[in-house]
């Protein structure tokens, strides 16, 4: 069963292009979750989606970042007109459909933006 | 709101030192706790939970005790080793099933032959 799968692992854009950030999650799994991780910085949670629906995201910058997790394919998280400011880790999670308190999130290895 | 406090690093040891990074949370309700571990150029893999008080959560040598008196989560291990060297995050949920998850800001360990 593979894991949680992200990519690009590193993405470079130029300030003013739109970044396209891809998570694929586990298999079985009905939930996703974005993340982000600024230098130095703990994780901070961004959004979280099921099957074509966005549960919260209290996390998300007003403007230019959106997310998007159709009925086929993987979750996207895309993020307009980059500025220096958005250069970070960005970090997917999924877990299973709840059966009861809490259920693990699996984390993807990251895609590590990088805005020049 | 809902917060996480961890010691800063970087912590560094010998190998077979003992080990402690500390944790400590504000929270609403009754939380879940947990502490993930991140090697050089991964993700994240939770290394043990607990979601009640008194609870000890334990793996690969680690523990963490679920303390609500102290509102807190330290982690331990009694001999560390090389390969133990990562960033270690302490994280709080306070929703039942959704993982919503505030983290702390990370401990860098570093072991030493």
């Known amino acids: 069963n593979a894991g949680v799968m992200q990519n690009p692992r590193h993405l470079v854009r130029r300030r003013g292009q739109e970044a396209r950030l891809r998570c694929s999650p586990m298999?079985?799994?009905?939930?996703v979750y974005w993340y982000r991780q600024l230098p130095e910085e703990g994780l901070k949670f961004m959004v979280y989606?099921?099957?074509?629906?966005?549960?919260?995201e209290s996390g998300m910058p007003k403007e230019r970042f959106s997310a998007e997790f159709p009925k086929e394919g993987p979750s996207i998280l895309r993020i307009q007109q980059v500025v220096r400011g958005d250069s970070a880790a960005y970090f997917c999670?999924?877990?299973?459909?709840?059966?009861?308190?809490?259920?693990?999130?699996?984390f993807g290895q990251g895609t590590r933006l990088t805005v020049v | 709101g809902n917060s996480v406090t961890q010691m800063e690093g970087p912590v560094t040891l010998s190998e077979e030192a003992f080990l402690t990074i500390n944790c400590t949370y504000t929270?609403?309700?009754?939380?879940?706790l947990f502490w993930y571990v991140q090697y050089p150029g991964e993700g994240l893999q939770l290394l043990l939970k607990?979601?009640?008080?008194?609870d000890k959560g334990s793996n690969k040598g680690f523990e963490a005790t679920y303390r609500k008196e102290t509102t807190s989560f330290h982690l331990e291990k009694g001999s560390v080793q090389v390969s133990d060297s990562a960033v270690y995050f302490c994280?709080?949920?306070?929703?039942?099933?959704?993982?919503?998850?505030?983290f702390g800001t990370g401990t860098r360990l570093l072991v030493s032959p």
């Open positions: 929270a609403t309700g009754y939380p879940s």
């Open positions: 989606l099921q099957k074509e629906n966005i549960i919260d």
């Open positions: 994280a709080l949920a306070t929703n039942t099933g959704f993982q919503k998850l505030v």
């Open positions: 999670a999924s877990s299973p459909t709840f059966t009861g308190g809490q259920s693990e999130a699996f």
């Open positions: 298999k079985g799994h009905s939930h």
């Open positions: 607990a979601t009640k008080a008194d």
